[in-house]
């Protein structure tokens, strides 16, 4: 089966610190990735997405990933991060164009101290 | 749009009660899926749907009823709550099971005692 990880559980930074949040996933065929971001008392949202083409990806916020096939990985960066980037981080897999097996990290923890 | 809408928001019951959390998406989606998050493993898929009249099981099913009726609708049932049941439900829908973004709902914070 495939699985997901996370290497941080929680991860704490100053404000204007860069970021990066690793993932790896476990899965031999092509697969879509995500990250999604969950802040305090809100519901998870979509920060970007790899399906194809370019393996660096742009997402809201000045957030983006890059998705290296040969080591199974899709990390997360923003070169300066605010407070309101203090929330948890999702990475998540599943097979090409098939939702049914999505598979979600544990999630990183992000604290931006001010 | 209210997007996905999930009720209630708190539930708490005894072990062995039932309940069933609602679901409801106005985007016309037909993919739509139920998952759980629990401290430290995340996001796990316990049913999901790829439109009316058809549901199958994802990786947490055990304990957990679905229908779907509608195109909107996707109630999730708890038949007899086990403590082990407690976690924060969300639902999801995405236009088809195609890999496309899904939206989550607020979520359900439900506690078995």
């Known amino acids: 089966a495939q699985s997901v990880s996370q290497h941080n559980h929680h991860v704490i930074l100053s404000e204007a610190a860069s970021l990066e949040l690793g993932c790896n996933y476990s899965?031999?065929?092509?697969?879509?990735l995500f990250w999604y971001v969950q802040y305090p008392g809100q519901h998870l949202q979509l920060l970007l997405k790899?399906?194809?083409?370019?393996?660096l990806v742009k997402g809201i916020k000045g957030f983006e990933a890059e998705f290296i096939k040969s080591k199974f990985s899709f990390n997360l960066r923003k070169p300066s991060v605010q407070w309101s980037d203090t929330a948890e981080y999702f990475c998540a897999v599943n097979r090409l164009y098939n939702n049914n097996d999505m598979r979600f990290g544990a999630g990183t923890r992000l604290t931006v101290k001010p | 749009n209210a997007g996905v809408t999930q009720t209630p928001k708190f539930q708490v019951l005894k072990t062995g009660q039932s309940m069933t959390l609602q679901c409801a998406q106005d985007m016309n989606h037909e993919y739509m899926s139920w998952y759980r998050q629990d401290p430290g493993m995340g996001l796990r898929l316990i049913h999901y749907?790829?439109?009316?009249?058809?549901?199958d099981q994802g990786e947490v099913p055990n304990g957990y009823n679905v229908s779907r009726s509608t195109t909107e609708d996707f109630p999730l049932r708890l038949l007899s709550a086990a403590p082990s049941q407690t976690s924060v439900y969300f639902c999801a829908s995405s236009r088809a099971s195609g890999g496309n973004e899904q939206f989550f709902g607020p979520g359900t914070r439900l506690t078995v005692l």
């Open positions: 749907s790829v439109g009316a009249g058809i549901t």
């Open positions: 790899y399906f194809s083409g370019d393996p």
């Open positions: 899965y031999g065929g092509t697969v879509n």
